[in-house]
């Protein structure tokens, strides 16, 4: 295997029709291990469905894709097991569905699923440590469905980081995170907290993230690049500073704005609306 590929997630000329309208038409679109991207659009612009396929959620037409149209780590995704991939990639889905009474602990727990030899005391740990992470170990005890819609979420997230840190020290590859909107139900401390976790983790643990967000700010904050996706194809993709401009947020959102640095973090472009 070529190691150049080893640390990215890759989608390359991704076509979706849905009753024959085109969701999305030949999107691209790499993540590198240690990079923090933001995919941002309006509503129907086809985030969530390019997060599908890359998640291997999504079957893609044959008749419209080559070879090879997703990588992970260099290896065709559809060759992979869903084992194989759920110990390269977590998924955090939009509207994660829980049904049953569980406690916050075990929740959290299912994250190590994939790693069916890792002892207990080592997923123990693991939940221990992601429950830190996401700054809720003060509800490792108690009950997942009598939480709030927002800290259900970030046992959601604690979850994921079971999932992607487990066995991390013996894994040379890199490992990504597909997060679908995560901070919608969290207020404004613990979307930065959220995300701040997710870009300390990329930093340290080699770990590549694609995140959804609706909130441009965030993205502009806290993102190495941002892909801007504009009915079914990426307008543009770079630094925040090159994605961020008024013609293309006129283009995609429809709406004026103006941008300027932002008085706290320096490089960064602050998105004013109105």
């Known amino acids: ?48 469905t390019f997060l599908s396929v890359l998640a291997a959620e999504l079957k893609l037409d044959p008749a419209l894709h080559g070879e090879d149209p997703v990588l992970l780590n260099g290896q065709n995704l ?36 994939p790693f069916a030899a890792l002892p207990a005391s080592e997923v123990d740990g693991l939940v221990e440590q992601s429950l830190e992470k996401a700054g809720i170990p003060h509800l490792g005890q108690r009950r997942y469905l009598e939480l709030s819609g927002g800290e259900q979420q970030r046992v959601q997230f604690a979850r994921v980081l079971v999932q992607i840190l ?11 995170m597909l997060l679908d909107e995560p901070t ?16 300390s983790l990329a930093r340290a643990e ?17 993102s190495d690049r941002i892909a801007l996706l504009s009915q079914g194809e990426i307008l543009a993709c770079d630094t925040p500073s090159r994605v961020l401009t008024q013609e293309n947020l006129k283009q995609v959102y429809g709406v004026e704005v103006d941008i300027m640095p932002h008085p706290r973090r320096a490089g960064r472009p602050l998105v004013v609306f109105g």
């Open 206 to 222: 080699r770990i590549g993230v694609l995140v959804i967000l609706h909130d441009i700010n965030l993205a502009a904050c806290w």
């Open 166 to 176: 487990a066995q991390r020290q013996s894994d040379p590859l890199g490992r990504y």
């Open 78 to 113: 559809s060759g992979l097991s869903p084992a194989q991939q759920a110990r390269s990639r977590a998924v955090l889905p939009q509207k994660p569905g829980l049904a049953f009474d569980l406690q916050v602990s075990e929740v959290a727990a299912m994250g190590a699923y």
């Open 1 to 48: 295997m070529d190691s150049a590929l080893n640390g990215f997630l890759e989608a390359s000329d991704i076509s979706v029709y849905r009753r024959q309208r085109p969701v999305l038409r030949r999107t691209s679109l790499h993540i590198r291990a240690g990079e923090v991207v933001s995919l941002l659009g309006a509503n129907g612009a086809g985030k969530s």
């Open 184 to 199: 919608a139900s969290l207020d404004p401390l613990h979307q930065q907290g959220l995300l701040q976790t997710a870009r």
